[in-house]
């Protein structure tokens, strides 16, 4: 009686193809690209700390909602989600997206996790001290409500209100020309963003240096 430990192991189900692995491919990249260009466009542009943490708040707050309704969506094999942002559907299985969906939370895990350090840097204080604000802190609740964020919500979410095509199966898709100048501004945008970010590391460093005088 043969060995079962010995067998040969089967070709896993949730393998992707070659073409699956290029579309998770392009998502990933758009992801990465879209979300760091949000965050960096707020280091950029924010020199008010109640705005900053405003925006930050928004940083992943739909996205919970959008991927329990993407991941049903696709249980029953509707990948619009995925198409209205120029990736391929004709490739898409549940398996697949549910891959794509962590992708996309990976990269809004990164992008509160840069504007979280970078706020430290600019402010001398965890962002939480105005995110997760005291009952009697009330002067600085009152401002929090009053600021406004710089964005609605998460860039790949926001990426869907961009001017559309008709798609070869008669939806809609973000044009490759789109996407490619986004991540064009995003690429100016992060070369002066690294500038500033090194400025911060250097600025933070120096204090430390300070104090242990």
């Known amino acids: ?11 896993r189900s949730d393998e992707l193809t070659p073409q699956q692995q290029a579309c998770r491919e392009e998502w990933r990249a758009l992801c990465q690209a879209l979300e760091r260009g949000q965050v960096e466009e707020l280091i950029e542009s924010c020199r008010d700390k ?8 928004v940083f992943g707050r739909d996205v919970e909602a959008t991927v329990a309704d993407v991941r049903q969506r696709a ?17 898409m299985t549940p398996s697949l997206a549910e891959r794509m969906l962590r ?3 990976h990269a809004i895990e990164s992008k509160r996790e840069q504007a979280a350090l970078v706020f430290h840097s600019k402010f001398g204080c ?6 997760e604000i005291a009952p009697h802190e009330v002067n600085k609740a009152t401002k929090m409500n009053a600021a406004k964020s710089l964005v609605d919500s998460d860039a790949v ?5 961009l001017p559309k095509v008709p798609a ?17 501004e995003l690429s100016r945008l992060r070369t002066d963003v690294d500038r500033i970010l090194a400025h911060l590391r250097l600025e933070s460093d120096t204090g430390i240096e300070a104090e242990n005088r």
Not at 1 to 11: I, L, R, V
Not at 75 to 91: Q, T, V
Not at 178 to 184: I, S, T
């Open 1 to 11: 009686m043969g060995d079962s430990s010995m067998a040969k192991p089967h070709g």
């Open 50 to 57: 109640y705005q900053f943490a405003k925006t930050y708040l």
């Open 75 to 91: 249980k029953h094999g509707k990948y619009a989600f995925f198409s209205d942002r120029g990736i391929n559907a004709a490739h």
């Open 103 to 105: 992708d996309w939370q």
């Open 126 to 131: 965890p962002i939480s001290e105005y995110t």
């Open 157 to 161: 979410i926001e990426l869907a209100a």
């Open 168 to 184: 070869d199966d008669g939806g809609a898709k973000v044009t490759s020309s789109d996407v490619a100048q986004l991540k064009l």
